[in-house]
């Protein structure tokens, strides 16, 4: 059984920064991408940005620049440093990892104010 663990979502003003981090453990093994998705009210689920075993990442459109993403190996860590956050970004954030399948975390609240 896949755990992932969610930590570093709350509220912050509008400019400010966040990082949060997601540690998977259990029977995980040969773990490929780490990413992130987040989810605002009434919105699809959508791409925020993804880290391969091997360091390559992609990021949407609207975080680049802004967001960061890097990962531990040894850890089985993934990290997301938020900075210059905007009210936009308010959604929950849900980490994910794909070894044989892909696994969900249960997600945390980023709430950005204006």
């Known amino acids: 059984q896949v755990q992932l663990v969610e930590s570093g979502g709350g509220l912050v003003q509008a400019g400010g920064s966040l990082r949060l981090s997601c540690i998977a453990s259990?029977?995980?093994?040969?773990?490929?991408?780490m990413g992130w998705y987040r989810q605002a009210p009434g919105k699809q689920r959508e791409l925020v940005a993804s880290?391969?075993?091997?360091?390559?990442?992609n990021y949407a459109d609207s975080v680049k620049g802004r967001f960061t993403i890097s990962r531990d190996n040894a850890k089985n860590t993934v990290y997301l440093q938020m900075n210059s956050l905007k009210p936009e970004d308010t959604a929950v954030y849900y980490c994910?990892?794909?070894?044989?399948?892909?696994?969900w975390g249960q997600g945390t609240q980023v709430t950005v104010s204006s």
């Open positions: 994910y990892v794909i070894g044989v399948l892909r696994h």
């Open positions: 259990g029977s995980i093994r040969n773990i490929n991408s």
């Open positions: 880290i391969t075993s091997g360091g390559s990442t």
